[in-house]
């Protein structure tokens, strides 16, 4: 053990400092991520101080806070990235399928799934890898594979400590921790320079620029790294205000919600980037310079989980929303308000109806004789309303910690250089409620490992609460509604 009672080698421990050290090094990259950064700080102590509150007074989580993406290009490399974020704690949770969008790309969420390594740090990568079945020139097909073949993603000596950490942890040192995060972050880093000359990248942006962006660079460049906030709205205007080249919309549920379901999320658009092209024989020196575009700034606003009924209800509202907007010519933003006064927003109506899940909890100072004075006898099955209205128990709404599949893809396409089906395309979100979940088996067993649906994740822990609430009021069960 290291560093007093806690080790080095502590997956939630190992998860934070490596966050930490990646945002600094993103933050170097992207100065507009600073930027972002500084924004959201300023926006929560507002909000906050409306409250009579400080940063401080913010969970630990929320401000250590990120979600990152990276595309990568090779089986192997999905398999390796996922041991790493395993020594991390972080685990594949939910499918998403991107090819619906024209994206040859499928991929998850490597996150903790704990409630305890959540609230410690739920960092969470969104991670694709490139398909190249779905590349459709055979000969673009056969260079990108051939060039990714020579990629080599994962140092000698990463490779060696995550080989030890998946064996003992305990031989392992703080030193080894330190560095395990420095050859990770390599992964991670952007390199302004190609692998490929100038004709390649063009031939391969050609046929898709996520192709180009993966096949084309030395490491899987991180594209963003997310911040989260307590009013997007409020950051949205602010990095309009400060001249930063912010997404005209914003993603996800209507504004002014007093209960805040799923998530929000907004961005300023990639940056273009200088990059040296290599020559024919892989030499920079003799290369030609151009630009390349992959890499931009999000912040999101999270609420809470909802259940498959809840999930449903949103899907059919935003569909109908814009379905409505395309053929009124309407704004969409003022249609999806309209459309979601039918998504309840009273926690009391939301748990009611099962839209929303929750965790509960027995106060302290509950015990037996409290359950004697309502009249409930020990080890008999209650309703769990009445213990709420008794105030035996308490209940807070589950934070949603993924993705969802046209969040995800909007907001990538709205980062590609314009092509047909891009923001505003109703056919193509329409499409991607109906995701294909054909690739699921194929990834899991990449994988070697079932990737869960992130519903049941969130079904489990609303149970796991109510049993707890029932062991320590000594029932036999609490029934939910």
Same mark, same amino acid.
């Given at each position: 053990?290291?560093? =007093?009672?806690? %080790?080095?080698?502590?997956?939630?421990?190992?998860?934070?400092?490596?966050?930490?050290?990646?945002?600094?090094?993103? &933050?170097?990259?992207?100065?507009?991520? =600073? !930027?972002?950064?500084?924004?959201?700080?300023?926006?929560?102590? +507002?909000?906050?101080?409306?409250?009579?509150?400080?940063?401080?007074?913010?969970?630990?989580?929320?401000?250590?806070?990120?979600?990152?993406?990276?595309?990568?290009?090779? !089986?192997?490399?999905?398999?390796?990235?996922?041991?790493?974020?395993?020594?991390?704690?972080?685990?594949?949770?939910?499918?998403?399928?991107?090819?619906?969008?024209?994206?040859?790309?499928?991929?998850?969420? @490597?996150?903790?799934?704990?409630?305890? +390594?959540?609230?410690?740090?739920?960092?969470?990568? @969104?991670?694709?890898?490139? &398909?190249?079945?779905?590349? +459709?020139?055979?000969?673009?097909?056969?260079?990108?594979?051939?060039?990714?073949?020579?990629?080599?993603?994962?140092?000698?000596?990463?490779?060696?400590?995550?080989?030890? /950490?998946?064996?003992?942890? %305990?031989?392992?040192?703080?030193?080894?921790?330190?560095?395990?995060?420095?050859?990770?972050?390599?992964?991670?880093?952007?390199?302004?320079? +190609?692998?490929?000359?100038?004709?390649?990248? $063009?031939?391969?942006?050609?046929?898709?620029?996520?192709?180009?962006?993966?096949?084309?660079?030395?490491?899987?460049?991180?594209?963003?790294?997310?911040?989260?906030?307590?009013?997007?709205?409020?950051?949205?205007?602010?990095?309009?205000?400060?001249?930063?080249?912010?997404?005209?919309?914003?993603?996800?549920?209507?504004?002014?919600?007093?209960?805040?379901?799923?998530?929000?999320?907004?961005?300023?658009? /990639?940056?273009?980037?200088?990059?040296?092209?290599?020559?024919?024989?892989?030499?920079?020196?003799?290369?030609?310079?151009?630009?390349?575009?992959?890499?931009?700034?999000?912040?999101?606003?999270?609420? /809470?989980?909802?259940?498959?009924?809840?999930?449903?209800?949103?899907?059919?509202?935003?569909?109908?929303?814009?379905?409505?907007?395309?053929?009124?010519?309407?704004?969409? %933003?003022?249609?999806?308000?309209?459309?979601?006064?039918?998504?309840?927003?009273?926690?009391?109506?939301?748990?009611?109806?099962?839209?929303?899940?929750?965790?509960? &909890?027995?106060?302290?100072?509950?015990?037996?004789?409290?359950?004697?004075?309502?009249?409930?006898?020990?080890?008999?099955?209650?309703?769990?309303?009445?213990?709420? !209205?008794? =105030?035996?128990?308490?209940?807070? /709404?589950?934070?949603?910690?993924? @993705?969802?599949?046209?969040?995800?893809?909007?907001? @990538?396409?709205?980062?590609?250089?314009?092509?047909?089906?891009?923001?505003?395309?109703?056919?193509?979100?329409?499409?991607?409620?109906?995701?294909?979940?054909?690739?699921?088996?194929?990834?899991? &067993?990449?994988?070697?490992?079932?990737?869960?649906?992130?519903?049941? $994740?969130?079904?489990?822990? !609303?149970?796991? %609460?109510?049993?707890?609430?029932?062991?320590?009021?000594?029932?036999?069960?609490? $029934?939910?509604?």
């Amino acid at each position: 053990m290291q560093n =007093g009672t806690t %080790s080095s080698w502590d997956a939630d421990l190992l998860r934070s400092r490596f966050v930490r050290a990646l945002s600094d090094m993103y &933050r170097n990259e992207v100065p507009l991520y =600073g !930027q972002l950064v500084d924004i959201v700080q300023g926006v929560d102590r +507002s909000v906050l101080a409306s409250r009579g509150q400080s940063l401080d007074d913010l969970p630990k989580r929320h401000q250590l806070e990120r979600h990152g993406a990276i595309r990568l290009g090779t !089986q192997h490399e999905m398999r390796m990235i996922s041991r790493l974020f395993g020594i991390m704690g972080m685990h594949p949770v939910g499918y998403y399928d991107l090819k619906i969008v024209g994206f040859p790309l499928h991929g998850t969420a @490597f996150r903790p799934t704990s409630e305890e +390594s959540l609230r410690r740090n739920p960092f969470r990568v @969104f991670t694709t890898v490139l &398909r190249p079945d779905l590349i +459709s020139s055979p000969s673009v097909r056969k260079k990108a594979t051939e060039i990714l073949s020579r990629r080599t993603l994962f140092s000698p000596r990463l490779c060696e400590l995550m080989d030890a /950490a998946e064996k003992d942890r %305990s031989i392992l040192t703080a030193s080894d921790a330190d560095e395990l995060i420095a050859e990770a972050l390599k992964i991670f880093k952007w390199h302004s320079r +190609s692998t490929v000359p100038y004709e390649t990248y $063009l031939s391969l942006e050609q046929e898709h620029p996520m192709v180009a962006d993966i096949v084309c660079f030395p490491s899987a460049h991180i594209n963003h790294l997310t911040p989260r906030t307590l009013d997007i709205d409020a950051v949205q205007a602010e990095m309009i205000a400060q001249g930063l080249p912010a997404k005209e919309t914003i993603e996800g549920p209507p504004a002014g919600r007093k209960c805040e379901i799923l998530l929000r999320q907004t961005s300023f658009k /990639a940056l273009e980037e200088r990059v040296t092209f290599s020559d024919e024989q892989g030499s920079p020196a003799g290369g030609k310079n151009g630009t390349h575009t992959a890499r931009f700034g999000e912040v999101e606003q999270r609420g /809470a989980a909802v259940t498959r009924k809840g999930r449903e209800l949103y899907d059919r509202l935003l569909t109908s929303a814009i379905t409505l907007a395309e053929r009124e010519g309407r704004v969409l %933003s003022e249609v999806l308000a309209e459309a979601f006064r039918e998504y309840p927003d009273d926690w009391d109506e939301l748990r009611k109806q099962n839209l929303v899940y929750f965790r509960y &909890r027995v106060p302290q100072g509950v015990t037996q004789k409290s359950l004697d004075a309502i009249g409930v006898a020990k080890e008999s099955s209650v309703h769990m309303e009445q213990l709420l !209205q008794a =105030g035996l128990v308490e209940c807070e /709404a589950i934070t949603y910690e993924d @993705f969802l599949p046209f969040s995800a893809a909007g907001i @990538f396409t709205s980062n590609l250089k314009e092509e047909p089906g891009s923001e505003g395309n109703g056919t193509t979100r329409r499409k991607l409620q109906e995701v294909e979940n054909s690739g699921r088996d194929e990834l899991q &067993r990449l994988l070697g490992s079932e990737i869960p649906s992130e519903i049941d $994740l969130y079904k489990e822990l !609303q149970s796991a %609460s109510v049993r707890e609430c029932a062991t320590l009021l000594g029932l036999k069960e609490v $029934l939910l509604a």
